[in-house]
């Protein structure tokens, strides 16, 4: 059902489940104002963020099945110096830490040509942040002019999650605790949230060691790195966050095999496009 808002060219949609994923090129003003203008006047390094746009929004469609990409349920805008993707649809938590492990890989290429051609820019490099929640679609405008974009607490967080991997030297990607709990269950039957209740409960060592043992192996299966509890504006409790474990998400490593069936929900055509660019992008080829 679609909400009228107060002005009758607006529409509020209720919220449903989503992730978002926000993406944000490292070292933007800098290289705009020391990159110059070409020929036509245009400033040579919007080339580049173009590039950077492409090339994120190329990994999100990937993360999503061949038969979703022609009508996918996906919101996209921009964020000037980069881009705010948010996945809609029953399977948006597999597409967020899907996409997560591809822009790790995939933006690193990108990055490492805009550097590579321009010695005499300051480096580019980039932070991506990906949480879980719900979003509501807001439209509003007039007969020649529109806005229609989406709003929630889990793309505030994302936000938020994104801006650390700018103090987090190890890690460019972080992964929020609701995405992790969402495929943890989906995946694997149980949450962290779940284990360490009955953790706390435990009234032997014995429980108290099995209960952390399975918390280990669902995380080693997810592929992630638990790094800490962070304290992040807005939310009113430290947020366990994660980032991709380097070491697995490389092609031949079988937890991450397993993993990548479960994230396309095992489409043998959407597995191949995933190894195909992951390997491609692992070997820097």
Same mark, same amino acid.
């Given at each position: 059902m679609t909400i009228a808002a107060t002005d009758p060219g607006s529409q509020v949609d209720p919220p449903v489940p989503a992730t978002g994923v926000i993406v944000d090129l490292r070292n933007f003003t800098p290289n705009l104002n020391a990159a110059g203008v070409d020929e036509r006047g245009t400033n040579r390094f919007c080339y580049t963020l173009a590039d950077f746009y492409a090339a994120t929004l190329d990994h999100c469609m990937l993360a999503m099945a061949?038969?979703?990409?022609? &009508?996918? %349920?996906?919101? $996209?805008?921009?964020?000037?110096?980069?881009?705010? $993707?948010?996945?809609?649809?029953?399977?948006?938590? =597999?597409?967020?830490?899907?996409? =997560?492990?591809?822009?790790?890989?995939?933006?690193?290429?990108?990055?490492?040509?805009? &550097?590579?051609? &321009?010695? %005499?820019?300051?480096? #580019?490099?980039?932070? #991506?942040?990906?949480?879980? !929640?719900?979003?509501?679609?807001?439209?509003? !405008?007039?007969? #020649?002019a529109g806005v229609d974009t989406v709003i929630g607490h889990c793309v505030n967080i994302a936000a938020r999650i994104e801006a650390l991997t700018k103090l987090l030297a190890s890690a460019r990607v972080l992964v929020g605790d609701s995405t992790v709990e969402l495929c943890a269950e989906a995946f694997h039957g149980q949450t962290f949230e779940s284990l360490r209740a009955q953790e706390r409960t435990a009234t032997n060592d014995a429980d108290r060691i099995a209960l952390q043992k399975r918390m280990n192996e669902i995380n080693r299966e997810l592929c992630l790195t638990f790094l800490d509890r962070y304290a992040l504006k807005g939310v009113d409790r430290p947020l366990p966050l994660y980032r991709p474990d380097e070491s697995a998400t490389c092609g031949g490593v079988q937890r991450f095999d397993r993993l990548l069936e479960h994230l396309v929900a095992s489409d043998p055509e959407h597995l191949h496009q995933i190894r195909d660019v992951l390997c491609h992008e692992c070997s820097g080829t």
């Open positions: 061949p038969a979703e990409r022609a &009508n996918p %349920q996906i919101s $996209v805008s921009s964020t000037g110096d980069g881009l705010l $993707v948010v996945f809609m649809g029953p399977r948006h938590f =597999a597409h967020g830490l899907l996409a =997560a492990f591809l822009l790790e890989a995939g933006l690193v290429e990108t990055c490492d040509r805009h &550097n590579e051609a &321009n010695p %005499q820019l300051p480096s #580019v490099s980039f932070g #991506v942040g990906v949480e879980s !929640g719900e979003v509501s679609r807001i439209r509003a !405008g007039t007969s #020649v």
